[in-house]
T-cell receptor, first 115, second 113 residues
Framework: DGGITQSPKYLFRKEGQNVTLSCEQN?????MYWYRQDPGQGLRLIYY???????QKGDIAEGYSVSREKKESFPLTVTSAQKNPTAFYLC??????????????FGNGTRLTVT | GENVEQHPSTLSVQEGDSAVIKCTYS??????FPWYKQELGKRPQLIID?????GEKKDQRIAVTLNKTAKHFSLHITETQPEDSAVYFC????????????FGKGTLLTVNP
């Protein structure tokens, strides 16, 4: 299962706390993405980054923040402003930011539970 | 923006039967349609994709058809096996714009032995 590593697999936090999810890839991919998966909701894009030091909001960016200081790393912070943070979070990458022939490579996900 | 509808949300078939999952999209500019399979507890993986310049694509027991006029595309799995049990996601985007990939809500396929 090399390629994209997400950690931890399970994460528990108290309401009101910020939490950062890790995503590291060794595929030398330029583009990285964060998706949120909820039961019956499919995959919804939170943030994406096509190049180091640059990132854009996806469809549901409110309450989340990211950074892309290194090509290999794209951490996601779930802030206390996110109203419904409990979800399964998937990180993905592609070889380029614009290639349709480059499928999304996903990590194994982090299941975040906020109580 | 793009809207992708996927049906059914759950599908149960007997081993050896065929399974069909259908998706519709709203943006006529979309021209790339991948399908991802997510087994229980695992990451989604691309199983097949199609571009709008073709109407059908096959890969062993899996095929995808596209009707651009009606803006719908379908996944066909023949001779289903228990290992086909998974959640299947369709998606749509414009070639060259992976960040604009819009996913359907998924179909839970159960293949009963």
């Amino acid at each position: 299962d090399g390629g994209i590593t997400q950690s931890p697999k399970y994460l528990f936090r108290k309401e009101g706390q910020n939490v950062t999810l890790s995503c590291e890839q060794n595929l030398n991919h330029d583009a990285m993405y964060w998706y949120r998966q909820d039961p019956g909701q499919g995959l919804r894009l939170i943030y994406y980054s096509q190049i180091v030091n640059d990132f854009q909001k996806g469809d549901i960016a409110e309450g989340y923040s990211v950074s892309r200081e290194k090509k290999e790393s794209f951490p996601l912070t779930v802030t206390s402003a996110q109203k419904n943070p409990t979800a399964f979070y998937l990180c993905a990458s592609t070889a380029t930011g614009t290639g349709a022939n480059s499928p999304l490579h996903f990590g194994n996900g982090t299941r975040l539970t906020v109580t | 923006g793009e809207n992708v509808e996927q049906h059914p949300s759950t599908l149960s078939v007997q081993e050896g039967d065929s399974a069909v999952i259908k998706c519709t999209y709203s943006d006529s500019a979309s021209n790339y349609f991948p399908w991802y399979k997510q087994e229980l507890g695992k990451r989604p993986q691309l199983i097949i994709d199609i571009r709008s310049n073709v109407g059908e694509k096959k890969d062993q027991r899996i095929a995808v058809t596209l009707n651009k006029t009606a803006k719908h595309f379908s996944l066909h799995i023949t001779e289903t096996q228990p290992e086909d049990s998974a959640v299947y996601f369709c998606a749509a985007s414009i070639i060259g714009s992976n960040y604009k990939l819009t996913f359907g809500k998924g179909t839970l396929l159960t293949v009963n032995p």
